[in-house]
């Protein structure tokens, strides 16, 4: 089974602006760091709670038909689903359903597809490479829709990362009154402190 991104979203979850309030950068020395940081940190939390967050196409990859299509990722809506295609058994051809064939239900934020009453899956010739595709649009439509605690988390693991690339973690500079500048070693958890606090901010979204 493979997912993939056929379109990629537009634009991201969080702004340049945003992710430099975030990180208190006044400037734009680090602009082109900053930039890296943000779909980095959206595709960890989105993989925290098998979700896309800004709208983009998808193709869902399988060998072989299910009882129910059950839609991998969130949020799905039916009029995401735009084509089912699949290699004809017979002809050795890539096929599309005709809609009409199957029968799209809502699941919980996504979607399941299966064959409309009384029908069944046309055969499909299992030893190509790409047996059957299903292409589908997922992710909020508007960034305002994007709940407020998944733009937190991103912008948590952005500073994260940040963090982390600018400094040895597991050290830290302080200054002592009489005695100038000492270097503390940081507890060992220290390091998985904002990724435990994102993923307990988006536990909710998790489904």
């Not at 959206?42 to 709208?55: D, G, L, N, P």
């Not at 058994?89 to 890539?94: E, H, I, L, Y």
């Not at 055969?123 to 292409?135: N, Q, W």
Request: aromatic share 10%; proline share 7%.
């Amino acid at each position: 089974m493979t997912l993939r991104i056929v379109e990629p979203a537009d634009s991201d979850p969080v702004s340049l602006a945003e992710a430099k309030a975030q990180l208190r950068a006044a400037d734009s020395s680090n602009d082109v760091v900053i930039k890296g940081l943000i779909p980095a940190a959206t595709k960890f939390v989105q993989s925290i709670v098998q979700r896309v967050f800004v709208q983009q196409t998808l193709e869902w990859v399988l060998p072989c038909w299910r009882a129910e299509l059950c839609i991998p990722v969130a949020p799905v809506v039916a009029a995401g689903i735009k084509s089912i295609k699949y290699v004809d058994w017979t002809t050795r051809a890539q096929l599309t359903l005709d809609p009409g064939d199957y029968v799209i239900q809502p699941r919980g934020p996504s979607v399941a597809i299966f064959t409309k009453f009384g029908g069944f899956w046309p055969v499909v010739f299992a030893h190509s490479s790409e047996p059957i595709v299903v292409r589908f649009e997922a992710g909020y439509e508007d960034a305002d829709e994007i709940p407020a605690n998944v733009k937190v988390a991103i912008l948590l693991q952005i500073r994260h990362l940040y963090s982390m690339g600018e400094r040895n973690p597991s050290l830290t500079k302080d200054l002592v009154f009489g005695l100038g500048e000492k270097q503390f070693q940081i507890p060992a958890g220290y390091a998985d402190l904002i990724p435990d606090v994102v993923t307990s901010l988006v536990f909710d979204e998790a489904w």
